[in-house]
Structure formats: structure tokens, C-alpha cells
């Protein structure tokens, strides 16, 4: 009795942590874009009260919602539907731009030929933005991202590719456990959940391979 009430408590935990990891992720890029817009007005000497308040409201909301996202109760909000491949893998590399900060990174993205999935779109980026940060977290200073996609013997596949850090030949296997990390401020979560979720959709996520050159992860999903 005692074991099946920790087991669930342990469940809904877990679930708490995910969703919290995915919404700050998400905040971080709002801020991102909240911080450039500001510089941009700055900079043009645009002083419009008006503006420069309504983004100093943007930024404390996000704070306010980070402080409170560790309240969500539910993590079961996945609505797959038919998505186009290469609009949301497009939008998905916008959205993951905001890491980037000060490096110097060339993004490639090509999306061979295209088809309709059925997905929750909005987990589908947060799939892709988790990788697509990694890949910039893995690069120091300069680098590349490409993002291929093609359709294929009825499946769409996504190569997400980057130069940067090797991940050592004896840690490849463990990086989609949950809670496997290498980063001092990491948490471990991204990979596993994109995993999972892909998992539960008849998808895949894996790791092709992680050279001193290159590391490379596949995404496949099958196509409506
Ligand atoms: N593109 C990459 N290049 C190098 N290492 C990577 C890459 N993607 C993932 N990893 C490794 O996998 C680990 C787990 O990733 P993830 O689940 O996203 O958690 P986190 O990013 O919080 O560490 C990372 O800490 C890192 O060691
Ligand atoms: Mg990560």
C-alpha cells in the first residue's frame, strides 16, 4: 500500500519536473527576445515609455511564471494532429536561435523534400529546440548546426548535426537516462523526454554518432 502511494507520488514528481524543465526552456527564450528587442530600442534611441515598460512587464511575467511553474499538477496535454514537417522543423530552428548568445555559430537547414505528420506540434519543437540547444551548449565558441531533413521509405527523418565537444565513447549510452548530465547546471531531462515522448508516437530518437568532428542525432517519424 505504502510502496504504490510513494510509486505514485515519485510518478507525479517526476512528471512536475519534466514540465517545468520544458516551460523554462521556453521562457528563456522569451527573455532572450525580450532583452534584444530592448538593446535594439536603446541603441535607436527610440524612448518610448510606453514600449520600454510593456517589456519590462514581458520580462517580470517570466519570472513570475518560472516562480510558479513548479505548481503544475498534469503533464498530459499532448494533442497530436497533421503538422507539415518543414514549417515546424523551420520555426523549431527560430525558436532555438535565441541560445546562441554571443557565439559564433553557422546554422544549415535543409529540408530535402517534405510530408505531413501526425504529431503534437508543440511537443514536436520542444523536441527539436532540445536538441538543437544541446548542439549549442556542445560548442565552445565557433561552430556549425546543420538540420537535414528528408522523406524517406515513408518516414520523415531529421539529422540534427553539430562540430563541438566529443560525447566520450563510454557515456554514449547513457545520455538519454533520466538525469544524465555532464553540465554543471544541467538536469539531465531534455534527452530523455524528447525520447519518450518520441517513443510514445511511434518515433524514434537516437544517437548516429559522436565523433571529435561531428556528433549526430536522428529523429523518424512515420509519415500520414
Ligand atoms: N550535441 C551534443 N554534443 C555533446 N554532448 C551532448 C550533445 N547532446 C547531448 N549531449 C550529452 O548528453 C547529456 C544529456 O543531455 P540532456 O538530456 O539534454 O541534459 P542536459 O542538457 O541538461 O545535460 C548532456 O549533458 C551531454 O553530456
Ligand atoms: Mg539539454
Known amino acids: ?3 504504490t502511494k510513494n510509486n505514485e507520488i515519485e510518478v507525479k514528481s517526476q512528471q512536475i519536473r519534466f514540465v517545468s524543465h520544458e516551460i523554462r526552456n521556453h521562457l528563456s527564450v522569451c527573455d532572450m527576445y525580450a532583452q534584444i528587442i530592448k538593446r535594439h530600442i536603446e541603441n535607436d534611441n527610440y524612448n518610448n515609455p510606453s514600449v520600454l515598460n510593456a517589456i519590462d512587464c514581458i520580462q517580470k511575467s517570466l519570472q513570475i511564471i518560472n516562480m510558479n511553474v513548479t505548481d503544475l499538477k498534469s503533464l498530459d496535454l499532448s494533442l497530436p494532429k497533421i503538422i507539415n514537417f518543414k514549417n ?5 530552428v527560430e525558436l532555438s536561435k535565441a541560445y546562441v548568445e554571443d557565439k559564433n555559430i553557422e546554422f544549415e537547414c535543409f529540408i530535402k523534400n517534405d510530408a505531413d505528420i501526425c504529431i503534437d506540434e508543440n511537443r ?3 523536441c527539436i529546440v532540445n536538441i538543437i540547444k544541446n548542439a549549442v551548449e556542445s560548442i565552445e565558441i565557433k561552430g556549425k548546426i546543420s538540420i537535414i531533413g528528408e522523406v524517406k ?4 527523418i531529421l539529422k540534427i548535426s553539430n562540430t563541438g565537444k566529443q560525447i566520450p565513447q563510454d557515456r554514449q549510452k547513457r545520455i538519454f537516462e533520466c538525469g544524465y548530465t555532464s553540465k554543471q547546471n544541467g538536469s539531465g531531462y531534455g534527452l530523455n ?19 571529435k568532428s561531428e556528433t549526430v542525432f536522428k529523429i523518424t517519424i512515420p509519415v500520414k
Open 1 to 3: 500500500m505504502q510502496n
Open 88 to 92: 515546424t522543423v523551420q520555426q523549431a
Open 153 to 156: 521509405d515513408n518516414f520523415a
Open 193 to 211: 523526454i524528447c525520447k519518450q515522448y518520441l517513443n510514445s508516437q511511434n518515433s524514434d530518437l537516437e544517437l548516429v554518432k559522436s565523433t
Open 124 to 126: 514536436f519543437l520542444s
